[in-house]
């Protein structure tokens, strides 16, 4: 209780939820004593796997007996999830206490909700001065809180793509652009580039960083995966290769993830063993990404069939999303709520072979576009409908032996699930 009382009062520093700026932030990291400029972090830019890289970063730093501190953004279920110290999430007191402190120090000045939750989180990695820090960027970069660091130990660059794009001046929202909001101000250390969409967003990649003067790893130059037969794939970097097993989370693409991730770590020199990293890549913690639900109220409803849940949200999302379930042979019905500042049509335009389609309403979110209008956006695509409630959605399916649910379009509806769940 005295956490979400403390939270709303937070988010009511500032009238605006994002307000890309780096002064407010600045000020008050100064009160605080600078704690940004006491930590040893890798920062983590880009569109789309982010969380996916730090996890599994996280996860092999943890097998060697690493102490991390982990900042990601959204949260999917609790706001704790954004703070992991020492290999843990924060308990809610503890986390109030940091808040109740940091708002005190503000003096109620004006700062956006996020500012002021980077700023406790930089204040509270301080005490940790020997643990590393998995800093995730929020919107573009530039800009963002997390982007006051005078130095870090790397800056990873996962796929970048179009989302986002109301914050971009008319004219001006290319992929080009997004690019130079993301990675111009990379600090001077190394950079590992995953692998991009698009060969064009690579290129825009190195103009971008051409006078930084940091060691850059290029995905497919100077690290790589293959596939194996026998469930393994091959990572192969200037150190040697490695056979690994395959991951416990689903998709291709997390391959790249986990090949940027490992690139990073051995880039760093931290003496880490290979067999901790083989251990480490079957054990990534990963909730709403890709992931299978086994158990619970909402896996109930469907009873035998198979629950997948991911939070995708803008067309490469998408892709990668549809490149996987193309490698499953069933009807797979969808469910998607979505936030209104999304692609919608572009979104959906990415996945083939959809037996049904039931938009929804996502609760508690006053950003979200309802599941009427996005029902309208999609009414090219047959057996679309709509339900406001996602447990009559679920129900109101007509699912044979073996087709599949999965339930996407939102970070926010993944953590309305998992809630329900």
């Not at 959204?74 to 308990?91: A, M, S, T, V």
């Not at 497919?220 to 097993?245: A, C, H, T, V, W």
Request: glycine residues 4%.
């Amino acid at each position: 209780m005295k956490l979400q009382k403390i939270l709303s009062r937070l988010q009511k520093l500032h009238p605006k939820e994002i307000d890309l700026s780096l002064n407010r932030i600045k000020t008050l990291c100064e009160r605080l004593g600078n704690p940004q400029d006491k930590i040893k972090a890798i920062s983590v830019v880009g569109t789309n796997g982010k969380q996916s890289t730090i996890n599994a970063i996280f996860s092999i730093l943890k097998e060697a007996n690493i102490k991390c501190n982990v900042y990601s953004s959204p949260h999917i279920q609790r706001i704790n999830e954004r703070f992991i110290f020492n290999n843990q999430q924060l308990k809610d007191e503890k986390l109030a206490d940091i808040f109740e402190e940091v708002e005190k120090i503000n003096k109620n000045e004006p700062i956006t909700f996020f500012e002021i939750l980077t700023a406790c989180f930089f204040y509270k990695a301080a005490q940790y001065t020997n643990n590393i820090n998995l800093i995730e960027a929020g919107l573009f970069h530039r800009f963002d809180a997390t982007n006051i660091l005078k130095n870090n130990l790397a800056s990873v660059v996962c796929s970048i793509s179009k989302d986002h794009l109301d914050w971009l001046p008319e004219g001006k929202r290319t992929i080009e652009k997004i690019v130079f909001e993301k990675t111009s101000s990379l600090l001077n250390s190394n950079i590992i580039v995953s692998k991009q969409n698009l060969i064009n967003t690579t290129k825009y990649i190195k103009k971008t960083i051409l006078k930084n003067s940091s060691k850059k790893l290029f995905f497919n130059e100077d690290f790589s995966y293959s596939i194996g037969e026998n469930g393994f794939f091959y990572y192969e970097d200037k150190f040697g290769g490695l056979k690994l097993p395959l991951p416990n989370i689903l998709g291709q693409f997390q391959l790249e993830n986990i090949s940027t991730a490992i690139a990073t770590i051995r880039q760093l020199n931290l003496e880490i063993k290979d067999d901790d990293i083989k251990n480490a890549i079957t054990k990534i913690e990963s909730i709403g990404r890709l992931q299978e639900i086994k158990s619970g109220k909402i896996k109930d409803l469907i009873k035998n069939n198979q629950l997948l849940l991911d939070g995708s949200h803008n067309e490469d999302g998408a892709r990668v999303l549809n490149e996987y379930l193309q490698t499953l042979d069933c009807n797979k019905h969808f469910i998607i709520g979505m936030m209104s500042n999304k692609d919608h049509e572009k979104y959906i335009s990415y996945f083939k072979d959809i037996s049904s389609l039931t938009t929804v309403d996502i609760p508690n979110q006053p950003n979200a576009i309802s599941g009427k209008k996005l029902k309208e956006k999609f009414k090219n695509i047959e057996n679309v409908k709509y339900e406001e409630d996602i447990e009559r959605a679920i129900k109101n399916l007509l699912l044979k032996e073996n087709d599949i649910l999965i339930i996407t379009g939102s970070l926010y509806l993944a953590g309305e699930i998992l809630n329900l769940n």
